[in-house]
């Protein structure tokens, strides 16, 4: 008996991803550091439309305004509050994403192949590659921002093409 009550509590001591193959893989795959870089990203994105928002709306704006000219760092500093503080809550919500991956990969995937990702990505080459995924991230980052200087540049007279046709005419 006391063998039984040993083993449920070890049960329910165990961290869920070992006895969740899906949590386990959102684990091994190091979703918080990719999270973290994503939103990251998106922080300052945040703190410019939230900020341009607040200058568009007539009953914020005399107080932004106030703001971004008299509060020390004006505008760039409030910007980087706000991605700041959005960033800080986004965290929060961290586990609530890992735990809706965990779940898109458990209807997708089935145990034996959760298992077996988590072998792989665990050991050798995949360990490997998830060790390097920052570095493939930032890659990609960088070619996508000159790709997308590029695209920008070219919409940009193409689109003023088609408003004058569409909308001007």
Do not use: C
């Not at 973290?36 to 709306?57: C, Y």
């Not at 996508?144 to 920008?152: A, N, P, R, T």
């Amino acid at each position: 008996m006391r063998a039984i009550v040993f083993a449920i509590l070890i049960g329910l001591a165990a961290p869920a991803s070992a006895a969740d193959p899906a949590a386990q893989l959102v684990e091994t795959m190091q979703t918080d550091r990719a999270l973290e870089s994503v939103f990251k990203d998106l922080g300052p994105l945040f703190g410019a439309q939230v900020v341009a928002q607040l200058e568009r709306e007539e009953a914020t704006r005399a107080t932004i305004q106030e703001i971004t000219t008299k509060g020390r760092g004006g505008r760039e500093r409030l910007e980087q509050i706000l991605a700041e503080t959005f960033l800080a809550e986004m965290r929060k919500g961290f586990p609530e994403i890992k735990a809706e991956l965990a779940e898109a990969y458990r209807g997708r995937l089935t145990t034996a192949e959760l298992e077996e990702l988590n072998r792989f990505f665990s050991s050798g080459v995949g360990a490997k590659y998830v060790g390097l995924e920052p570095v493939f991230e930032a890659q990609l980052k960088s070619v996508g921002e000159s790709v997308g200087m590029k695209v920008g540049m070219a919409v940009l007279p193409r689109a003023m093409e088609r408003v004058e046709a569409e909308m001007m005419q």
